[in-house]
């Protein structure tokens, strides 16, 4: 597997698994990019306002999802705080979705980069999304800090 071949994200990291490759097979490197394509043009059809995902290639195989929180210091008010964590739960549906139905999974890097099963790997989804409403919930909305006086 080699030096790290993923980046890590703020949430969790799922990545293309390469354990289940068969270095031997000439066509190894087509199932990689059909799998990148195939979730790039997932992701381009959805929406996801305040969570930004991106796919990103890694160093030297594979690929790996990158989730970062896209929403400012506070929300404009509590309806569009509904609105995101009504996003975080399409994009725990992205992420089941695609450990179901690819070679994706929670991938720790590092110098051998170590792969989690399909349990595993649901159970960092389940942690990563309750991390995300965490986050949501605690954020303020602009009424709250006007009250506080902050604004």
């Not at 990291?13 to 790039?40: C, M, R, V």
């Not at 739960?89 to 792969?115: A, E, H, Q």
Request: hydrophobic share 35%.
């Amino acid at each position: 597997m080699g030096t790290i071949n993923y980046f890590t994200s703020d949430y969790i990291t799922l990545g293309y698994n390469t354990n289940n490759i068969n270095y031997d097979d000439e066509f190894y490197s087509d199932d990689i990019n059909f799998e990148f394509d195939e979730i790039a043009a997932i992701l381009r059809n959805e929406f996801f306002y305040y969570f930004h995902i991106t796919l990103k290639p890694g160093y030297y195989e594979g690929f790996s999802i990158d989730i970062e929180n896209n929403f400012k210091y506070c929300f404009d008010n509590y309806g569009e705080k509904l609105q995101a964590l009504k996003e975080v739960t399409r994009i725990k549906n992205f992420m089941l979705y695609i450990i179901d139905n690819f070679n994706v999974s929670v991938v720790f890097p590092g110098w051998c980069t170590g792969y989690g099963d399909y349990k595993e790997t649901t159970q960092k989804i389940n942690a990563a999304i309750k991390e995300m409403k965490s986050e949501i919930k605690t954020t303020p909305t602009y009424y709250n800090l006007k009250i506080a006086g902050e604004v």
